[in-house]
């Protein structure tokens, strides 16, 4: 293929969840730049359709996050692409405000970036993976000013080219095991949930275990308790009980987007204070109705004499050995220090997540990027990795700069504003572009 056969675009998205997809709808609302030539926008995602978190929408679940942090409505509350819209065109709305509740169910959350997921599908390219990256062999006049992006279909018909002058990586959150245990039918990592879950007869589980402290571990304990009356379900919990997450109205402001600046320009004790004090807001905690719900089934099983919920604090699983259908675990107790075996159908990893690293997409160009003292990207304000200046394309990151940006930065809650800046931070460097490259006017030449 000729290199004036590949598509270029001023932006590639690599993955298309709800921050590319906030993207997408910035780039469209964007005003402003070079009159009649909009940026370009071309997004590639492996999955073979939309989905966010599709696993973990267990009923009645809501978010832990206000409606108003959606999409768009922090960065340009007209937009017709707003949570408040999309209760309009599905004749909800009234009955959303009747509710008196800021937090909607995830499902319908969901529903909601379907639907806004639905007017840019045009410009998404799903079963599609991003595998690669390579500057362009300078066979004509001037340098380019692109990269090109290697994309495998993953259905197995190949892989094509595309051209990008700004890459955006927003490829999500890793799912994170202990260390020596493997996911398999049996075996599982809450991102699996659902679809594991709904593969086995649920009469076979009989006795299922769920790790963690945090709110999905939670949620999943709730889960088992009410979709398997006749199961024994056990909460293994690394620590002494569920804590609450704080959302209380001065504890939240940490994810104003004003707090991104406190953040990022702050000294080293400015972000090391936002750690320290405001970890509970969002890490290894629970909302106070799912703690005090659990309590009390715990309590009323107590009463009743027919126990089959149980919560083993201060444990940790140790090793996880298969016996046919069974799962043997060996649980360490932190108080003792004895160990235990427990047989179970269906054990459930809630042991969250490790951050996006852009390393492996960037392969051998990732030398030209810099990094801090400790190893990990430098990153701008603007969410552009910081380059030796040898690249003829930019590199934003959606995600994975949680030591340069806080607390944020794996959250929705400042996702519209972000989306907005880094389209903003690509018409900016664009026009000084068309600036620097444009041929000056000779003295006395007409410009007619």
Known sequence: MGTSEIETYDL????????????????EEHRGGIPGQPLTAAFFERQPSFGWHRNMLLPHTTMQISFLKDLVTFRNPLSRHSFVSYLHSVGRLTQFVNNQDFFPTRQEFHQYLEWVESNFSHQVSYGSEVTGLRLPEN???????????EVRDTGGSGTRIVNARNLVISTGLVPRMPEG??????VWHSSDLLERFRGLNGDDLKNVAVVGA???????????HDMLPHAQVTAVIPSYG?????????????FDPSAVDDYYFGTELTREAFWRYHRNTNYSVVDDELIRDLHKRSYQEDVSGHKRLQFLNLTRVAAVRRAGTETRVTLRSLVEGESRELETDALVFATGYDSMEPSRL??????????????????ERNYRIATTGALPFDVYLQGGTEHTHGLTSSLLSNLAIRSGEIVKSIEQRRTERALIHRTPVAAGESTS
């Not at 066979?139 to 992006?149: K, L």
């Not at 945090?214 to 088992?224: L, P, V, Y």
């Open 181 to 186: 245990i493997q996911r398999d039918e049996r």
């Open 214 to 224: 945090g709110q999905s571990a939670a949620e999943i304990t709730r889960f088992f």
């Open 362 to 379: 960037l392969g051998d160009l990732d030398q030209h990027f810099l990094r801090n003292q400790n190893g990990l990207h430098r990153v």
């Open 12 to 27: 590639v998205g690599v993955g298309f969840g709800p921050s590319n997809l906030s993207l997408a709808v910035a780039l």
């Open 242 to 254: 569920y804590s609450v997450a704080d959302d209380t109205p001065f504890a939240n402001q940490v």
């Open 139 to 149: 066979s004509g006049p001037g340098r380019p000013d692109h990269v090109q992006v």
